[in-house]
């Protein structure tokens, strides 16, 4: 899902098709977390402390992968825009 490839050595057509399949991919990723802080909530107020903190954790890590996944392939596209 998470995969680090080297944007710059791909082509234009390339990173907008990795656009659109990250981008097709944000309600799977806002489900996954929705279920993940669900079960930290429900975690929290019935058993202990330490299991919704590393969930939130989880989330978290998940999220800013995504965002930085495709912030990286947003900058990528638009600095190759400017170029021509």
Do not use: C, W
């Amino acid at each position: 899902m998470f995969s680090s490839k080297d944007y710059s050595k791909m082509t234009l057509e390339e990173l907008v098709s990795e656009e659109k399949k990250l981008k097709s991919q944000k309600i799977t990723i806002a489900v996954i977390i929705g279920i993940v802080v669900g079960i930290a909530v429900y975690s929290a107020t019935h058993r202990g402390f330490v299991l919704p903190i590393i969930l939130l954790i989880f989330s978290l890590v998940i999220g800013s992968r995504y965002s930085k996944n495709l912030k990286g392939i947003q900058a990528e596209i638009s600095r190759r825009d400017t170029v021509r």
